[in-house]
């Protein structure tokens, strides 16, 4: 929306609070500490920084924000807090524990719904793309330099690359792990896939690429949001309702969200070249939400829809995120 001074007042409020290479998952409010139980808050610092300098052209800025952004580098290679280090093979190990540090983060009691410890299939598409992004920014603001340390992110970016092609990939149903754990969970189906074609630097080729976006399509798309796992996964849930313990349950596990159809939808629109026929495509899908911003709050798009009938909205009935995504797919349709 070109508002570059407010967005770049965000970013250097998020750069205050760095704390050992991690960003807040949730922000002070009077005297209370700033919380920063997240993997990928970050690394999607990083990401910002690059899709505000590529809208905006602002050189000045990739200077200001890049001491904060080696930070989070650094930190991420050596290790961090919650178990947030980059391993031998070049992917990102998070979490251990209670802890909960990707966005599916629930906790009851001592009750994981989602566990998702060791290595996530997002946080590590999230990792390849902050490496792609410091080393332009190096080579950028450190041009000539015999030392650049372009070359070593780049390194970086190719082992995190090998890893990820070599150990995330299921050939038997054309998609991605969602974690590398050791446990059940790795296979499981889940929309959190959907950033490693997304993102502005990626790992796949053309050909996993589309057929990862086709998958989520067929097990996870819904016109209101991509199901959070699969309905045939057998911990699927249909519905989100009734007391804490029980919404809690389902929350991450079948809940449709609305936020993650951005993703989809940029990843839709790259595998298929940006057509005009896909163009048309995605804006005959999108005239669905119409509908949701005249239900739950006027305007809005909201947080969640029930797994199995995503019809009424639940959840935050304004979600900044889900707003944010969709803009996003506008963006791109206008500009491609």
């Given amino acids: 929306t070109k508002r570059f001074d407010d967005a770049a007042s965000i970013l250097r409020t998020f750069a205050r609070y760095e704390r050992n290479g991690l960003m807040p998952n949730l922000f002070p409010e009077g005297k209370s500490e700033p919380m920063y139980n997240t993997a990928d808050a970050a690394l999607l610092f990083i990401n910002c920084v690059w899709l505000y300098y590529k809208a905006s052209g602002d050189e000045k800025m990739i200077e200001e924000m890049y001491p904060v952004m080696e930070r989070i580098i650094d930190f991420y290679m050596n290790g961090t807090d919650y178990d947030i280090r980059m391993d031998s093979d070049g992917l990102i190990t998070a979490g ?28 590590n598409a999230y990792w390849y793309n902050a490496l792609r992004i410091m080393a332009e920014c190096a080579w950028m603001l450190r041009r000539g330099a015999a030392e650049d340390p372009g070359i070593r992110y780049e390194a970086a970016a190719e082992q995190t690359k090998q890893s990820f092609t070599e150990k995330f990939w299921m050939e038997d149903k054309h998609c991605l792990k969602d974690v590398l754990s050791g446990t059940k969970a790795d296979c499981q189906i889940r929309c959190n896939q959907i950033w490693a074609v997304s993102m502005p630097f990626t790992m796949l080729d053309p050909e996993k690429e589309r057929q990862v976006t086709d998958t989520v399509f067929e097990k996870l798309y819904t016109p209101y949001g991509l199901r959070t796992l ?12 009734g007391e804490v313990l029980k919404r809690d349950l389902a929350y991450h596990q079948g809940t449709v969200w609305v ?32 509908s949701a911003l005249r239900e739950g709050c006027i305007g809005q798009l909201p947080e969640i829809y029930d797994g199995a009938v995503p019809v009424m909205s639940k959840g935050c009935f304004a979600q900044a995120w889900s707003v944010g995504e969709v803009l996003r797919v506008y ?6």
Avoid: C
Wanted: overall charge negative; cysteine-free; proline content about 8%.
């Fill in 96 to 123: 251990s524990g209670m802890d909960q540090v990707t966005w599916m983060d629930v906790r009851v009691g001592e009750i994981l719904p989602t566990p998702r410890h060791g290595k996530p299939v997002e946080i």
């Fill in 230 to 241: 699969e309905e045939a996964d057998p911990e699927f849930k249909p519905e989100y309702g």
């Fill in 259 to 290: 936020y993650p159809l951005g993703a989809y939808y940029l990843a839709y629109l790259k595998v298929n070249g940006y057509s005009e026929s896909a163009k048309n495509e995605v804006r005959s899908q999108l005239e669905v939400l119409y």
């Fill in 331 to 336: 963006e791109a349709l206008e500009k491609n």
